[in-house]
């Protein structure tokens, strides 16, 4: 089926190629030669699907557009602060060939206009054993993703014809902004602008500036994200000339046009469009690529201020652990301290981007927490973009609230937001799975609240899925029971087995998991010393549904299918009871996942 | 516990306020008896929450941070193209009081400098009852809201030295940019600018930008999108004057300041900040307010291009029908039909704000869909901004899924959206409850495939819970069974009751709902005709989880605890076999949450 996008920008195609205004450049006579219908739009998405429609893989010279790139090599080789010292960032509200240069110390205005972009020219250096135009070169395939070529014969005749740019390189020499022969910094600059580049190619150079630097199609960083927030800064005061403001108004993103009929759109953390269309307006821009952006974008919500609306609220749900206890098997008494304290330890799932409103809305959260709370479980596997500013505030929130006697605990991946949050004060607990952080919460509140931990050993006849039977009955079980040990990281139990018997943890843990739908494992949870498995397999295939692992040293008593049988033929009274114990701990866990169910969704 | 942003506002205010450069604007003599160590950031999240510190409760006159918002009302009132016909959308890169207008029509630039400022001004007209003044005063409460007053003394004071603005003025009559006499506009102007205010107003008014346009305090909607956008990209450009680029590339928000020492900054979506100091630089800039902005900018990364990072990936998870079954007990022959053709039904779960971003990666799954698959469920309960581009991709999609034999279903939680789609091609199929969409796609599958749908009327005996048993068995059951019909909408079970038997639902449907953490209630599923319930008070507590009501007339047979009782004593082997299929039809369910949760945490 095709995408709507495609379809939507095959229609505006269709609408905008009737738009018969303004004429291609002719200044520079190679580039005369164009087909003034020809009109192709690529929008490429930070994580590199595009699309394209008409005449998107048509070449032509990429001229102005060349500008912000070089701009960025620069910033990236020289910082910040040297570049600036050479090219202002004010909008200048000029024509491109406008002059520009500042009263006393001829610093252009910014990198955009044609005088600012020579002396960014001017500031690539060869290195590595590659010419200054060689790293230009290479810096706009990275951007592209592809290797860029240039148009010789458009090269030759800018040569040539670009009388008003000679003047402008000596004149920036003459002010010492250019601090070599210019000659050289011309033929770059000709050249540079001289690269034959589609929409497609524009659309992910565009996109790898949405993308924080990083090419959405080979993964590479091509700019440092500091860089890329300078040139976007410029582009959007400076990157359409005289038109900036008409266009921020009604695009709303930081864009470039060049004169041979490309133009180019950035919306960070969304978007790359580029458009192709000889004819340009007045201020020469592309009057097919103009009406494009400012359709796109208001079509899209494309524009800066609709396309970060409010609302990203990262907190998914909050709960205390008694909410969604752990499973574990505790006595009663311990039960009682949990059910007690349980508003102790809360824990708080997190959802989407943490940027900064994101974790504003954590930092509110856990300051907001009441004094009686004692652990903080962060369960972060659903967050995506960590921010900076979310480590550092979970660096303070974490000191903070060990201030307030409250521990920080993580739920994520890999360990790896622990490790950074580490740094002081010794290391974040930190689970990947929820439920062990959960019984991590149990255990602590049980050591201050004076119930018991999980023991190490708990007999068949402790097991709390036969606490419905008395003493007697337990043992004449246990008796029909088969001892069994394993080694960490073995198999016990592996997924797709029949019924096999119900195996009662005497000793040690196991981790049970299934596949996904797309078929990686899914650890779901740990069970210890006193619960049961094997019993799953008495759903409606009679396979087992998980793989149980054990973890560490495991003993278990195993009381088989034959057992099982041989209890029914002989003692149908005890095996009464132990069916009816097996369905009430069957209906102990299908409340557990209810209970998870019921916070997780909200209508 | 403290916030750490609320440490963090107090440590960066202690260090810039060792800033000391700069001098209070002296031009008005009222304005003159200031204190230069005042003060006071204030940062408002789209939320409401703010964060103060210092003097933020200070108040001072709002001087040029007045413009946006008089810009705004004239934009609301007479729309974009009325008011660009007087004032211009460009930066001039000039100081305040800068002429700038337009050769020859004497347009003013832009709305931020003060030519384009008093021309906004003489836009606004009485309406109502109410003065212009008082609509412009109104319109500045609403933004801050409290209702807020002018400062007389400083606004005598403006009105007898504000020679500059009223040349300003006149010349611009002389245009005919200003229509009336320009005397009742210059007293508007300067009453506007001598509106009190405090940081945290200000923070308020940015926050009310931030948000839409909307006053996250009051909930009110002050100004359409449509004018927060122009006004937010015209400060973009032209909010610091002749600072304008370094302040983008620094601070990367629209922002604006007064030269009373305020300064006002805007995130779309996430905040608005606000600084009052009055010591000002040479652009009429507080010092320690530009400070303040640059640090904080940085610190919290809120600079437009880091605040728009990549990743917000849509789609939370997608998966076949087969994988996670409605848990409706149907014939052998249905399964087999359903097992083999689930994956013709998709369901896709959505996550986060559907921008443009989530809404194309959603187009991109749906049009990616084989073309095997006949109904795509989209759950749509976990995402927060519908924005109207993903309304129309969805509107397009749905009618491009239709001409591919695919029908979109969509889960939400009151049928908002499938309203909106619904304007073509008849009503859009949607459900509350993920589970009754999935039974909704077994359904279709069924009818297509020769399955059966769910019957009307199912008979204890042919109950799947009771499958195991032969039918004598079943028989021997239902003869200790008690017949109940209840009416729509009627409790059967409440939450808390202790057991009281197992419920056969024999026609009709019933659903179960729970209270949820933050005690809403919570709608888990919907059972039907073949299905048990009551069960669930067995678990660990013996009492009832959930509690479950009729949907439509149902018809129940109850096998009540007293007849379970009996059955034990008198017929063990009858017992025994009833609670093993209790137990395998409990674990049937603990499978089915089980696969639920493995497709929803992944790790």
Known sequence: MESPIDS??????????????????????????????????????????????GDSREEFTIQSISKPFTYGLALEDLGCEAVDAKVDVEPSGDSFNEISLAEGTGRPANAMINAGALTATSLIKGSGGQSSFKRILGTFSA??????????????????????????????????????????????YFRQCSVLV?????????????????NPLTGKQVLGIGSVERVLSVMMTSG????????????????????A??????????????????PLDDHGTSVRGLATAQR???????????????????????????????????????????????????????????????????????????????VAVLDLRRTEQLSDVALRLLTALRTALAEAGCELVLVEADGSISASLAEDGGPVPSFSARSEAVEYCENRL?????????????????????????????????????????????????VGLRFGGVYFITSGKVSSSSPGPTSERVKLNTLSAGMTFGEMALGSSMRQETTVRAVGPVEVMLLGEDAIADLEATEPRLALALWKALTRDAYTRVEQYLRESAVRIRE
């Open 240 to 259: 359409m000339y005289d038109d900036a403001g008409a266009w921020i108004s009604s695009v709303g993103m930081p864009g470039k046009s060049g004169v």
């Open 198 to 214: 589609n929409c497609f190619d524009l659309s992910i150079m565009a996109a790898t500036l949405a993308n924080s630097g990083r």
């Open 8 to 53: 939507y920008l095959r229609r505006i195609h269709n609408e905008i190629a009737r738009l018969k205004d303004g004429a291609p450049y002719s200044t520079i006579p190679a580039m005369a030669q164009v087909d003034p219908d020809s009109f192709g739009i690529a929008l490429a998405t930070v994580d590199g699907q595009v699309y394209e429609i």
């Open 446 to 494: 049980l050591q201050h609240y004076g119930g018991q931990e999980v023991p190490d050993h708990v007999p068949v006849t402790a097991s709390p899925a036969l606490a419905p039977l008395g003493e007697a009955d337990a043992l004449a079980l246990q008796s029909r029971m088969t001892a069994r040990t394993y080694d960490d990281g073995e198999v016990i139990r592996r």
């Open 261 to 278: 009929g490309g133009i180019l759109a950035v919306l960070p953390g969304q978007v790359g469009l580029a458009v192709y269309s000889p």
């Open 143 to 188: 951007f592209a993703g592809r290797q860029l070529s240039v148009n010789e014969k458009v090269f030759e005749s800018e040569l040539k014809h670009g009388h008003r740019n000679t003047a402008l390189a000596y004149l920036l020499r003459s002010f010492d902004i250019i601090e070599d022969d210019p000659a050289p910094v011309l033929e770059d």
């Open 296 to 374: 796109i974008s208001r079509d899209m919500e494309l524009h800066f201020v609709r396309a970060a609306r409010a609302g990203r609220s990262a907190i998914l749900t909050a709960y205390d652990v008694t909410e969604t206890p752990s499973g574990i098997r505790r006595s009663v008494e311990s039960a009682d301290v949990l059910r007690e304290n349980g508003h102790r330890a809360r824990v708080i799932e997190l959802n989407g981007d943490l940027l900064f409103a994101g974790a504003e809305s954590v930092a509110r959260e856990l300051s907001g927490l009441p004094d009686s709370v004692e």
